[in-house]
């Protein structure tokens, strides 16, 4: 058991070293990476973590620790820089919070969750603001259509002339869409992985993110066996629930086709040519997931060459 946990440890260590990321005990423990040549699904506590992290030769060669955090030998620049990117994100979760407060009130959205570098805090001054969007049933065309509307009158979408903080609206799903197994690129998918389990809920206008947490845990901890679900602070969050929009919803459902055909036709050729050739761009009933620059693969391959190397580093 003891071999397993310390691997799992070093496998958490590096995948976080890829985005320049030291991690707090705390973290180990909730962000621990379960090797498949490992096969086990233990949960581990924080005594047990510690335990190994004190006598393991295998982990004393290959990490080190200071002001709290575990990293990488030969790594300790990542600590300055996660506390520049921690400063970097309190500007972007801030502007995140005002462009949530309009989005959320746009007719069939009902959830908004960070995702990506800024949920873990993780941000660089150029980072976009990635967001999530959970939409009433047949709502996700309406959604996209209005909130891209607003995005671009307001300059805050990717490729536009303005701030840095941009936004980008990785997803849209429906509330009968919420389990995201079949996006994921096989089952060492970790990227897909982490993307998901570390979404931070800064709007929900029922139980929305509780639902999706149900939807997608069984799968999460395949890789991720103590992942948990996220408890939001009441200081980071929008709650306003739907009211006369629940009306104009109504009205606009009946033209959700019209809306699909006229955003298919605008999509850009790169999005075209990659619609639903794999996972990377996803057009179906209530789904609509547009990543034309996925790099799951590379962050994937850059994974196994810090891994092997800290292993050999370590014998």
């Given amino acids: ?21 030291p991690l707090t005990l705390v973290e180990i423990q909730r962000l621990m990476l379960r090797l498949r040549e490992n096969n086990d699904s233990v949960e581990y506590t924080l005594t047990e973590i510690q335990k190994v992290l004190d006598e393991s030769i295998l982990l004393e060669k ?17 600590l300055a820089e996660r506390h520049n990117r921690y400063i970097f994100a309190k500007r972007k979760y801030d502007k995140a919070m005002e462009v949530v407060n309009v989005l959320s009130r746009i007719p069939f959205v009902r959830a908004i969750f960070v995702c990506n570098s800024l949920a873990i805090q993780n941000t660089t001054e150029k980072s976009d603001i990635d967001l999530v969007i959970i939409t009433k ?14 995005l671009s009158l307001n300059k805050l979408r990717p490729g536009q002339e303005s701030t840095s903080d941009k936004i980008c609206l990785s997803i849209f799903l429906d509330e009968d869409h919420l389990n995201l197994a079949e996006l994921k690129m096989g089952k060492n998918d970790f990227d897909f992985s982490y993307w998901a389990a570390n979404f931070y809920p800064i709007y929900d206008a ?3 993110y509780s639902q999706f947490w149900q939807a997608n845990k069984n799968w999460l901890k395949e890789n991720l066996p103590q992942s948990q679900s996220t408890i939001p ?48 761009v996803v057009v179906s009933d209530g789904i609509l997931k547009f990543h034309v620059n996925d790099r799951r693969i590379e962050h994937l391959e850059e994974f196994i060459k810090k891994y092997e190397s800290a292993l050999s580093h370590s014998r």
């Fill in 1 to 21: 058991m003891a071999q397993n946990l310390e691997k799992s440890i070093l496998a958490t260590l590096v995948y976080f070293d890829v985005f320049d990321y």
């Fill in 62 to 78: 290959a990490i080190r620790f200071k002001n709290g955090f575990f990293y990488l030998r030969g790594r300790e620049n990542v």
């Fill in 137 to 150: 049933r047949g709502g996700v065309w309406w959604a996209r259509l209005l909130s891209l509307l607003y």
């Fill in 206 to 208: 029922g139980e929305y």
């Fill in 233 to 280: 602070h009441s200081s980071l969050t929008e709650r306003h629930k739907p009211t006369v929009r629940v009306v104009l919803e109504i009205v606009l459902l009946p033209f959700s086709k019209i809306v699909e055909n006229f955003q298919k036709a605008k999509f850009p050729n790169a999005i075209k040519e990659l619609v639903n050739t794999d996972t990377r």
